[in-house]
């Protein structure tokens, strides 16, 4: 090896591969692309989970349950979880389980569960809590917090319809119409005989 030598073959950048250049390169002809088809094309592509026309997987299960987009995400955790984390006498909130990585990912509101054993006292902030949950927060002497939730989306627009003094869609409606006079009858033409 010579000095020269040291850096040949080595390049910071590839060079860009021309295709459709002759058959010497071989990448001429059809450019690597094969032989006919949608895929020689231009602007071809399909669906990530397209299965070739065989019906797909997702429209071969059959429907099941709903979702509901307005939801609340609950996370849940459980007091054993809570009283390996936390010192006795430590108050524990939404913010705390979070920073400890207990409650996990995104989520409107916190349920803490029963399971597990709880042995210190500790006063803890959440949403909800199960009925044994609180059980046992009570008899170690500690305190169980509700927080309130998020408002529903219907509840802020009626509060704000409310503060502006705007009408509710019951108040919004039409009064119905008065009912119609009932016709008089015609009178009786005299002198017909």
Do not use: C, Y
């Amino acid at each position: 090896m010579i000095l020269n030598d040291v850096n040949r073959g080595i390049h910071k950048h590839r060079k860009r591969k021309r295709i459709g250049r002759g058959p010497g390169s071989g990448h001429g002809k059809t450019s690597g692309r094969g032989h006919n088809g949608a895929g020689s094309r231009a602007g071809n592509s399909s669906h990530p989970v397209f299965q070739g026309g065989t019906m797909p997987l997702v429209r071969r299960v059959p429907k099941r349950g709903f979702n509901n987009r307005w939801a609340s995400q609950v996370v849940v955790v459980n007091v054993g979880e809570i009283d390996a984390a936390f010192d006795a006498g430590a108050e524990v909130t939404i913010e705390a389980l979070v920073a400890k990585n207990i409650a996990k990912g995104r989520f409107d509101e916190l349920k803490v569960l029963g399971e597990g054993e709880l042995t210190k006292k500790l006063k803890i902030s959440a949403h909800r809590f199960s009925k044994s949950a609180s059980e046992k927060i009570a008899a170690a002497g500690g305190e169980a917090v509700v927080v309130p939730g998020k408002v529903p989306v219907e509840e802020k627009k009626r509060a704000a319809r409310a503060a502006k003094g705007k009408p509710t869609k019951a108040m919004a409606k039409p009064a119905p119409k008065a009912a119609a006079p009932a016709p008089t009858p015609a009178p009786e033409a005299e002198g017909e005989g």
